[in-house]
């Protein structure tokens, strides 16, 4: 249960300290006006620089496409590529701007097997609508030379998403959701309940093919099943098949229980492995991101306890194509894979976290199923990514080289190369090993302090968090602290420019706090044992790990104790509200989007499949599995003061959980205050409610726990 959207502000309305709130409209106090200018003005500050999106090397490594905002909007930018002039800052817009200056929305980026070829998402000529399009680039793409041919290739009227040639190149394949309405996945809003439930108004994501070299816009060919959701595909290196990862619907609850499919020609899909009811470690486990070999006759995938689709960590598992048991690559390795890529048919690419890096490791697999890696290819403190999935990266055809927006909380985000045969002695903890494309953001100075990774011991595990200190730290001053709790909870913080969500860390540090952002057990990091480890003990072992963190940094650094603050949204939320009851070490604490009772939440939201995995059971089956870790059955231990926020439309997390917490409280006294936004999901999208978030989380803690003095 994450949270990733985007940020800004909205007004506020004045209310006493308990009280629920729709927000929509008010009158600011003045010490709350001020307040709000003061972060719209570091939001500001934060959000200086320029964006980038996805980003593409042609599998000859020629060409590099990129996406970047510009006052015209996202564009897609086509640039040469060499390693002897390796800055790309400069190329040629791929697509013309709309009519009377409007901004247009680029993205989606995928070269064709012979380079020649880009493919991409526009809503150019349809607006509101994402169709595909195919630039056929010639000539110099410098400083506007380039030949670019551009021709629209889809109508379409729904949701699309990662579209990828067939290796022949005569056809492209994407994700689509015809007729949609909303966004797939659980983050976006729910629908408002009506009809029959849990019957009308189910939309499926499908994979759906074009023609690639098309003269006109075409409607596409379904590849799936018309009663299948699928979440993610790759084509079989023949360009005859597709493996992929499908439920049944509705897509956004049971992608906990997806099976991976097989197309081949002239052939039904089949289910070649599924995780729920299969014998041994994968039994009941997910799967993501799967690869063909090279040869065709295996099938590789990520497999492991996870939390969200596209939160994706585990394990490398190895399958014949033709289903049979599937074989764990990496078994005990210290790391979470998020992704890979063939290299041949004996060696992988994985792209993984490893304690709070980012790194790439080259896995050779033997003829016996065992694997083996060596020293990283890079690993980084940072955050990398194509645009694609978690942690993907765009690699040459020979996979010589692999390109990456990166960022890390010292440096802004720009297009990164890595070489496959760069291997870093020791690993390089900063973004200096790799190569450099863009320097767009160059001169960008950061809006908070220095951020140091901690490492600690608890209960035998090794735990990694990220610790900011305030800006403008001054070690003869005492500050306060506020611990920041991811997702999840299989996730983890990484380290990445700017801020992220409605509950930012780099923003309670510009604005004078120490922030403490852990990856108690239960994150991704420190293996798939460490993942599980919180199996039937939500909200114990992991706030063990969380407290223990505390005490690392309290003898460290100026923190008085008597000021430290507790927030988190999802997963953060609900180890927010969870841990104010077992504990009276945390000052003030605001739940973002939280779970106070697993018993009723079950029956409440839209995802319930992924609870399973981590419970054992239905509540229906155990229920005290699940009373075991609800904030409501302790609620008379609470004393901390606590802010309460949530999307009125929230399907992961949903507002009834948020509104049992605020009562509750409030029946035992404990100053607190709900806040409701209208029209919200999981993921804010309404940038003056997540600013309002940040505004009235900073209120809360500047009024029970003040920064510093």
Known sequence: MSEWVNRSSV?????????????????????????KTRV???????????????????????????????????????????ESSPDVSKGTRVTAAKKGGAQCGDGMVTWSPDSR?????????????????????????????????????????????FPEFSPDGKKIAFLYVSGATRAAGALAAMKPPAGVIGDDGIEIQRVAEVDANANKPQAPTFLTPEKLHVYEFDWSPDSQGLAYVAADPPGENNWWVAKLYTRVAGAEPKAIFAPAEAAGPMHGLQIAVPRWSPDGKSIAFIGGLMSDQGSTGGD??????????????????????????????????????????????????????????????????????????ELSLSATK??????????????????????????????????????????????????????????????????????HLPKDYDPAKKYGLIVLVHGGPAAAAMSHWGGRGSLSGTAFSALGYFVLEPNPRGSYGQGEAFTAANRKDFGYGDLRDILAGVDTVLAKYPVDPQRVGLTGWSYGGFMTMFAVTQTQRFKAAVAGAGISDWKSYYGENSIDQW??????????????????????????????????????RDGECPAPQSFEFWHALRDEHVPTQLVVYPNEGHGFVNPEHRTDVLVRALDWFAKYMPAGN
């Open 11 to 35: 007004r506020r309305v004045v209310v006493s300290a308990v009280m629920v709130l729709v927000c929509g409209c008010g009158v600011m106090r003045g010490q709350e006006a001020a307040a």
């Open 40 to 82: 719209d003005e570091l939001l500001t500050k934060m959000g200086r620089g320029h964006g980038l999106g996805p980003v593409a090397i042609s599998p000859d490594g020629s060409l590099l496409a990129y996406t970047h905002h510009a006052k015209e909007g996202w564009q897609v930018v086509v640039a040469p590529f060499s």
């Open 117 to 161: 070829h880009l493919a991409f998402a526009s809503d150019c000529q349809t607006e509101g609508q994402d169709n595909l399009f195919v630039a056929t680039v010639g000539g110099d793409p410098t400083g506007g030379k380039a030949k670019v041919d551009v021709q629209r290739v889809t109508e379409l009227k729904g949701e699309v998403g």
């Open 316 to 389: 490398v598992w190895l399958l014949p194509a033709s289903g049979g048991e599937p074989k764990d690559l990496t078994a005990g390795r210290p790391s979470s894979p998020a992704w890979f890529t063939w290299g041949d048919e004996h060696h992988l690419f994985v792209s993984e976290i490893y304690g709070g890096n980012s790194q790439l490791v080259r896995l050779k697999v033997s003829d016996d199923g065992t694997a083996s890696a060596g020293s990283p290819i890079y690993s980084v403190a940072g955050t990398v990514g194509d645009g694609r999935l």
């Open 398 to 467: 020979d996979r010589s080289l692999f390109v990456f927006n990166a960022s890390s909380f010292d440096h802004p985000m720009e297009i990164y190369a890595a070489k496959a045969a760069m291997t870093m002695a020791g690993g390089d903890t900063s973004m200096g090993g790799l190569m450099q494309l863009t320097h767009f953001n160059d001169g960008l100075e950061r809006a908070w302090g220095n951020t140091v990774s901690l490492n600690w011991k608890d209960e035998g595990f090794n735990v990694q968090g990220w610790l």
């Open 611 to 648: 609870m399973t995995p981590y419970f054992g059971a239905s509540v229906y089956k155990d229920p005290a599995v699940y009373a075991k870790s609800s904030a409501i059955d302790f609620i008379d231990k609470v004393k901390t003061p606590t802010l309460v926020v949530v999307g009125d």
